[in-house]
């Protein structure tokens, strides 16, 4: 009977085993591959698995999506193609986007149709290298005409940021606030994994372009971008946009911006920067017009911090625009020129389409890359109406900047304030980081890492580690 028994017990194990190997072998042929983690020691954990992207996209994330019809859709979308967004709204009823995760090789949302009314919170979107040549990371969310967009606590990481289009069509509301930023990348693919030499897009957190509305709103944002993981031009573009006259202004206010940088952060030659009020046309209603930057932090941006370089009845006051501008502690940034300036660039104050424009109680320490100071340049502005500007008492440093970043987060928590997804947002199982996966695509192209164990708001965030090109080539003039 113990014989018996014993071979029962052989026969079994056997029997399962054959089958479990099996199931393991057809698995592997069908896509899937699992092995001991080697992710482990880049992340300092043990609970990894190195799962094939399709795979990941085919079991964990969901889309692409079109939405066709208004309502509430939460959700983890995934985009692998470079030419098809990962959402795409194709209605003009109200739409909210919210409790997502959003990665894609192309646009993360497109609004397909004039008019939209759209929403979006608390979702984390990443952008990936695009695999195809001459394509650049996909923009977060773009709008053609759009009647309302109310973007709020998101997470922004390596996306081309935020393009709203009003072709000076009255837009009835635009709300950006409350959202963490973590690089912007305008790099264009190489279609190998890596990027071409000397390209970049010209891209932004945000644009806003021919955007006209009584009730426009950007605050309390956190942009970060770090040299050489980062290509972004402007922080944030005011393009031939305008609000509804000085009492309805276009407001930009306590955000908090740090650095701006070409690729490789050693070229000299880079036209973009912080915070900047722009525009071209030769008609008073399509300059920007009554906007107003104030109680803005920003920090290191290097070509310049803020400026006008169009319109009228603008506001630059109660800013703080700091820049030690060095890339290390031994070394200045190339390109680092001006903190605060205000400049016709496209001579329209002799047609007087640039006029009236203001700066008021800015601090302003600034640095250029020969180490000196270049903190204001008020060419073209009324001297009574361009004299009050603050001037750091000493040279500024990377202490002084690092004491920005703690005044920022005492200025949060003041207003009881906190950006971003809330934490226990996530939708299980999910990558680690946008970083992590670029870095891992990198050395073997179909593996990605999935996180077991911990909620994504606890989860590691990094930048990709972009190799530093030898040469940039930019088209757009270099402002001052």
């Known amino acids: 009977m113990n014989t018996w028994r014993w071979f029962s017990r052989w026969l079994g194990q056997r029997f399962w085993r054959f089958w479990a190997w099996t199931l393991v072998v057809a698995w592997g042929l069908g896509g899937v591959m699992i092995r001991p983690a080697v992710a482990s020691d880049l992340i300092g954990a043990d609970d990894f698995l190195v799962i094939k992207l399709r795979d990941v996209q085919r079991e964990f994330w969901q889309g692409p999506l079109i939405i066709r019809s208004g309502g509430t859709y939460s959700g983890h979308w995934f985009s692998d193609k470079p030419d098809v967004p990962a959402v795409q709204i194709d209605t003009a009823e109200p ?62 990481e390596n996306t081309a940021g935020i393009h709203l289009n009003g072709a000076f069509v009255s837009s009835r509301k635009i709300q950006i606030r409350f959202n963490r930023v973590s690089n912007i990348v305008g790099l264009q693919s190489n279609g190998m994994g890596g990027y071409l030499d000397g390209s970049a897009a010209p891209v932004q957190f945000l644009n806003l372009e021919r955007i006209q509305s009584s009730a426009i709103d950007v605050g309390w944002n956190e942009i970060i971008n770090q040299p050489d993981q980062s290509r972004v031009d402007d922080n944030i ?173 005492a200025k949060l928590k003041a207003q009881r304030l906190s950006l971003g997804p809330s934490a226990d947002l996530c939708a299980p199982p999910l990558p680690v980081s946008q970083a992590q996966r670029d870095l891992w695509l990198a050395s073997a192209p179909f593996e990605i890492a999935e996180h077991r164990g911990e909620d994504c708001s606890s989860a590691p965030t990094h930048s990709p580690n972009l190799k530093s090109r030898p040469s940039e080539t930019l088209t757009r003039p270099r402002r001052p």
């Open 237 to 409: 573009r005011i393009f031939n946009s305008r609000g509804g006259g000085p009492k309805a202004p276009l407001l930009i206010h306590d955000n908090f911006v740090r650095g701006g940088y070409p690729f490789p952060s050693q070229l000299s030659n880079y036209s973009g920067g912080g915070i900047v009020i722009d525009g071209v046309g030769a008609k008073d209603q399509e300059q920007s017009a009554y906007v107003h930057v104030l109680d803005n932090q920003v920090i290191s941006t290097t070509n310049y911090g803020i400026g006008i370089s169009a319109g009228y009845q603008n506001i630059v006051s109660r800013n703080r625009i700091l820049g030690a501008n060095r890339l290390t502690p031994g070394i200045r940034a190339p390109a680092a020129n001006v903190g605060l300036f205000v400049r016709d660039y496209n001579g329209y104050r002799l047609q007087g389409l640039f006029r009236g424009n203001r700066v008021i109680g800015n601090v302003v320490g600034w640095h250029r890359s020969d180490g000196q100071r270049n903190d204001e340049s008020f060419s073209d502005c009324e001297p009574s109406l361009c004299s009050d500007v603050i001037h750091w008492p000493e040279d500024v440093t990377l202490s002084d900047e690092a004491e920005e970043g703690r005044r920022w987060r």
């Open 95 to 156: 739409v909210v986007i919210q409790d997502c995760q959003i990665r894609s090789r192309s646009t993360l949302i497109r609004v397909l149709k004039p008019g939209a009314q759209v929403t979006v919170r608390n979702c984390r979107a990443s952008a990936l290298n695009p695999q195809a040549y001459g394509r650049a990371h996909g923009r977060f969310f773009t709008a053609f005409r759009p009647d309302t967009v109310v973007i709020e606590h998101n997470l922004l």
